[in-house]
């Protein structure tokens, strides 16, 4: 049948039961029907696969269709087979099938009867499948997640690169591939290794208009924002991205104790587990599921309604393609990245060890996610700029992003960005944006030594900003147009046709200034307070004098009733109930009901008083993964084991055993060490560290150390002050 002949819009009718095509479907499947080789580029939920399923089920022959997920061939098989009567239509080969199955396959082949057959790569490089495909009739072959060719592409398959050889032996066959994110660059190295230069290529736009992009700072109170996220979209459906297991099965329990449904899902699981936590999510038995990268490959949920990325991902083609599983009906979602730069050292570590060519090609894509998380400019705009598409100010989906609706002050940087081109422009298209950078400031290195670029007079010319400005303006007039990335030595930054003309004819260009993220820990308490507008210095005042009262009633210092994290925790979580306390930083079941009442009652009629609305969901119950540890340690120093084996016991060092016995006894749970002390200090000096502490402000183990200058070590001190918080304070 030519193309000419076959009414597509029937058969589309016939086959999927739809009245009309999806976007660029139409054009995609009449090219592949007469003959060319095509490429299509279309983001997940566009409807890939129907332009190649079409076109095999009404044309002549056998249609090869590569692909590297066998669990999503599976998935297709049986979507095609439920279309038509016959079982044969659709197969699999690959090395799950048995003989007699592979017997059965090539026999449905010869007949005729397939017109679909899905293989992972690893299989087509078999000599005897070749020989066997060689004398077949075959329509076309189809690759599907074309980026895998390309070591650019964020899912690189070396056996993916071995294709167009084996194609090539299978005689003059159309090529079609396909893929669901391509940078420019993955773009021109997939046409480039399946030797299709003149391919019809079509691109689909990137952009997402019904989603929403926010990047949070990630601070020590992670899940707390998480839980209060979910909470705040009760009864819809969410997948929250870790990157590893441990992570993965952590933040699921906790949520599960915090009254949200969700499961764990990641390759460490049985097939079976996966399986079912997989179905209850689409079932919807549970609302979140909490997943590595494994999850999502073929999940064809519509309504996702929020995806949350805990850990930043590693390119960002992964972030599209994690993202673009939320709203896929076209309805609300929100896609929430938690960003630290902590975390982007730890990729970077993990990176290390890898080879250099790989590693180079890994922290370039990293640097792009790094890019897209500290950028003021509208996150849309940058997002479809890396996959080349550009973005109108009023396009659609316009407002949905949290950088366009807080926006940054902007600031005139026209003589800023006349010094940046022409600095690009004098050092002769040579250097990536650090080195460019490095001249504006007047920083030496050795590449820019080796090109003598410090003995320039432009060298040094923006020192009176510095590299984080520099920075922010590079990504900003990239995405604008007036430089661009070279795609063949990846990274070199080079003038465009649009920047030699802002050279002639200069204009205003207004410049936002990136986010800053504080990383350090007392911040990261303060900024998630403020993050959730309720770091109440007023309150925390009124907790204080409080803890003084109740300290001087008791003839104990104030540290021994509530130590001042506890405090800050209850400035930011405002408990009204012995139980709510009792989940708050540092304080246990103990301690809450031995002090409790005073703190609750005040911070009850703060509450009442000031109009808080308060954060009730703010209060996260922890897992209990600790509570085995505690219970092992209580139980043991009740029988007076040696610290040393309970330590050895529980795998933990001694700082390790102290920091737990020092949560257990700050809690309100006493320990009778008098037992171990008793072994280390005479009874003077046990008198000594205890008078101390009695007198003290505050029970820092370095002001200790300071005041009895190398008379105790810092274990001696650290077990006194459990043995004196045991006594007096439970």
């Known amino acids: 049948m030519n193309s000419s002949e076959i009414d597509i819009h029937k058969e589309l ?53 590569v692909s590297p997920l066998i669990a999503l061939m599976k998935n297709q098989v049986d979507a095609i087979r439920s279309l038509s009567h016959v079982d044969g239509i659709a197969h699999v080969l690959n090395s799950s099938l048995t ?19 899905y293989v992972a790569p690893e299989s087509l490089t078999k000599e005897e499948y070749v020989a066997f495909l060689k004398n077949v009739p075959l329509s076309f072959v189809a690759i599907d997640e074309a980026h895998c060719i390309s070591e650019w592409g964020h899912d690189f398959r070396p056996e993916y690169r071995n294709l167009r050889h084996i ?10 591939g396909l893929t669901a994110t391509a940078t420019p660059k993955v773009q021109e190295d997939i046409l480039k290794n399946l030797d299709m230069p003149n391919a019809n290529t079509f691109k689909a736009s990137f952009n997402r208009p019904n989603l929403f992009y926010e990047v949070r700072t990630k601070t020590k109170n992670v899940e707390a924002d998480i839980i209060r996220f979910i909470k705040q979209h009760k009864g819809k459906s969410g997948i929250i991205y870790c990157l590893s297991r441990k992570k993965v099965e952590a933040i699921a329990q906790v949520l599960q104790v915090n009254g949200i449904s969700a499961v764990p899902y990641h390759a460490g699981l049985d097939a079976k587990t996966r399986a079912k936590h997989q179905d209850m999510f689409l079932m919807e038995d549970v609302e979140v599921v909490v ?24 390119s960002l083609e992964s972030y599209y393609q994690e993202t673009g599983r939320a709203g896929r009906d076209g309805g609300e979602g929100h896609c929430l990245a938690y960003y630290s730069y902590k975390d982007v050292e730890k990729l970077e570590k993990f990176m290390s060890g890898k080879p250099v060519a790989e590693q180079e090609i890994g922290f370039a894509l990293l640097q792009e996610v790094v890019a897209y998380a500290e950028t003021s400019i509208s996150r849309r705009k940058f997002l479809l700029h890396y996959f080349g598409e550009e973005f109108a100010e009023n396009g659609d989906g316009a ?29 002769r298209h040579l250097y990536k944006s650090k080195e460019i950078i490095f001249t504006l400031i007047g920083k030496v290195n050795a590449v820019i030594k080796a090109h003598r670029t410090d003995t320039q007079s432009f060298f040094g010319s923006g020192e009176i900003f510095e590299e984080r400005y520099w920075m922010a ?20 930054l080079k003038i465009t046709e649009k920047g030699l003309d802002y050279l002639d004819k200069p204009t205003s260009f207004m410049m936002s200034e990136d986010h800053e993220y504080n990383e350090s820990e007392d911040e990261a308490i303060v900024t998630a307070a403020k993050s959730t507008g309720v770091a109440d210095e007023a309150l925390m005042v009124m907790l204080r004098d409080l803890r003084k009262k109740v300290a001087k009633k008791l003839s104990v210092p104030p540290f021994v009733v509530f130590q001042d994290p506890s405090l800050e925790d209850m400035a ?43 954060p009730d969901d703010l209060v996260v119950k922890s897992t209990g993964a600790n509570s085995a540890n505690k219970l092992y340690i209580i139980q043991n120093i009740d029988r007076k084991l040696s610290l040393d084996d309970i330590a050895s016991a529980k795998g933990l060092t001694m700082d390790l055993l102290l920091k737990e016995m020092e949560q257990i006894v700050y809690s309100g749970t006493k320990l009778n060490i008098k037992y171990w002390v008793d072994e280390m200090l005479d009874e003077d000096q046990q008198e000594e560290i205890y008078d101390y502490f009695m007198d003290s402000e505050t029970d820092k183990i370095e002001d200790a150390l300071k005041e009895f200058d190398g008379d105790y070590d810092i274990d001696e001190l650290r077990l006194m002050r459990i043995k004196f918080i045991s006594e007096v304070a439970n």
Do not use: W
């Open 99 to 117: 003989k007699t199955e592979i017997t059965q396959v090539k026999k449905d082949i010869t007949s005729g009867l397939t017109k679909l057959l």
């Open 167 to 176: 194609i090539k032996q299978l005689g003059d066959v159309p090529i079609i």
């Open 473 to 492: 303006l590079i990504r900003q007039v990239l995405v604008d147009g007036l430089l661009s990335k070279d795609i063949e030595t990846y990274g070199i």
């Open 572 to 614: 930011l979580k405002y408990p009204i109930s012995i139980d709510e306390l009792s989940n708050v930083h540092g304080v246990g079941e103990g301690k809450a009901k031995k002090y409790g009442k005073e703190f609750i009652d005040l911070i009850k009629r703060y509450v009442e008083d000031n109009d808080v609305t308060r």
């Open 291 to 314: 997943a590595t990268i494994a999850f999502g490959m073929g999940i064809d949920k519509p309504d996702v309604r929020f995806v949350i990325h805990h850990d930043i991902p590693k």
């Open 399 to 427: 407002d949905m992003d949290d950088n366009v609706r807080n926006p940054k002050t902007k600031i005139e940087a026209k003589d800023q960005v006349m010094q940046l081109l022409k600095v690009v422009r004098d050092t």
């Open 13 to 65: 009718k016939k086959y999927f039961g739809f009245n009309q095509f999806k976007g660029l479907q139409e054009m995609v499947i009449k090219s592949i029907i007469s003959g060319n080789n095509t490429f299509v580029i279309m983001p997940t939920g566009g409807g890939k696969s129907l332009c190649y399923q079409l076109p095999a089920l009404i044309q002549d022959g056998t249609a090869i269709v």
